[in-house]
T-cell receptor
Framework: AQKVTQAQTEISVVEKEDVTLDCVYE???????LFWYKQPPSGELVFLIR??????QNEISGRYSWNFQKSTSSFNFTITASQVVDSAVYFC?????????????????FGPGTSLSVIP | DAGITQSPRHKVTETGTPVTLRCHQT?????MYWYRQDPGHGLRLIHY???????DKGEVSDGYSVSRSKTEDFLLTLESATSSQTSVYFC??????????????FGQGTRLTVV
């Protein structure tokens, strides 16, 4: 069975602090994808990153960085020099391959989310 | 932005009535999903579709049914709405690549209140 755990329910930081959001996953698949999504107070879900299970290289995009470690089944997300606009709920998700009859398809499973508040 | 439209965006309905939510996509993506979002639970998969007329249950499918008669539309029906189905419903789409799916793109969400 697949599972995504985000142990931090709520995090509050002061603006300009760095913050790391944890994500731990469980899967039996050898091939899978991991995702991070952002949900700002307006409610829409914004895609941030996708990482496949064969690529453990860390990725940096501006103030955002992601640390993927297969050995610990973790895919953590760090925001450097946080800003008020970073305040949102962040979801980690896992996509694995399911085999049904002769068709393969993916199911995306989400973690419960971490609510980040950046205080000015 | 991916072309996904959910309708209605807001709905209030009475307990026991049937309700249908519509998800329409213009991306010709193969996979479509319905999730519900509730405080403390994140997003939970209700049903998904891997092709026209091909659907399967997610983790919280009881009380819901779906239909996909054409690629662009995925309908979610609450056969007899209950207060526990008050939630925000998201539709998502994704497309298989050579190896796996692309990232899932989400609709704007539908806020459903059952009174």
């Amino acid at each position: 069975a697949q599972k995504v755990t985000q142990a931090q329910t709520e995090i509050s930081v002061v603006e300009k602090e760095d913050v790391t959001l944890d994500c731990v996953y469980e899967t039996r698949d050898t091939t899978y994808y991991l995702f991070w999504y952002k949900q700002p107070p307006s409610g829409e879900l914004v895609f941030l990153i996708r990482r496949n299970s064969f690529d453990e290289q860390n990725e940096i995009s501006g103030r955002y960085s992601w640390n993927f470690q297969k050995s610990t089944s973790s895919f953590n997300f760090t925001i450097t020099a946080s800003q008020v606009v970073d305040s949102a709920v962040y979801f980690c998700a896992l996509s694995g391959l399911e085999i049904f009859m002769k068709t393969s398809y993916d199911k995306v499973i989400f973690g419960p989310g971490t609510s980040l508040s950046v205080i000015p | 932005d991916a072309g996904i439209t959910q309708s209605p965006r807001h709905k209030v309905t009475e307990t026991g009535t049937p309700v249908t939510l519509r998800c329409h996509q213009t991306e010709n993506h193969r996979y479509m999903y319905w999730y519900r979002q509730d405080p403390g639970h994140g997003l939970r998969l209700i049903h998904y579709s891997y092709g026209v007329k091909d659907t399967d249950k997610g983790e919280v499918s009881d009380g819901y049914s779906v239909s996909r008669s054409k690629t662009e539309d995925f309908l979610l029906t609450l056969e007899s709405a209950t207060s526990s189905q008050t939630s925000v419903y998201f539709c998502a789409i994704s497309q298989p690549t050579e190896v796996m799916n692309t990232e899932a793109f989400f609709g704007q969400g539908t806020r459903l209140t059952v009174v």
